[in-house]
Nanobody, 115 residues
Framework: QVQLVESGGGLVQPGGSLRLTCAAS????????MGWYRQAPGKQRELVAR???????DYADSVKGRFTISRDNAKNTVYLQMNSLKPEDTDVYYC?????????WGQGTQVTVSS
């Protein structure tokens, strides 16, 4: 079984920063993709950023230049550094692990950007 545990969400003022962390445990393969998605009430879950085990990254246009995804393969952990946060970044953020044959999801962590 695979378990994803997220941390690092919270309340921050516009322009501020937060760092999300997701630690994966269980049967983790050496080749996989980890990432972050976000979802607002009544809306579809959308990609924020993802990173392959080799280091290739992919970002949503709305966060390019502000967010940075990274990972520590030895710790099976993925990070999301979020800078220059905007009110529209307010959402529940979910960690994702994609490895054959399925996706795994964390429980979600709330990020609120407000003055």
């Amino acid at each position: 079984q695979v378990q994803l545990v997220e941390s690092g969400g919270g309340l921050v003022q516009p322009g501020g920063s937060l760092r999300l962390t997701c630690a994966a445990s269980g049967s983790i393969f050496s080749f996989n993709r980890m990432g972050w998605y976000r979802q607002a009430p009544g809306k579809q879950r959308e990609l924020v950023a993802r990173i392959f085990s080799g280091g290739t990254t992919d970002y949503a246009d709305s966060v390019k230049g502000r967010f940075t995804i990274s990972r520590d393969n030895a710790k099976n952990t993925v990070y999301l550094q979020m800078n220059s946060l905007k009110p529209e970044d307010t959402d529940v953020y979910y960690c994702n692990l994609n490895q054959y044959p399925r996706d795994y999801w964390g429980q979600g962590t709330q990020v609120t950007v407000s003055s």
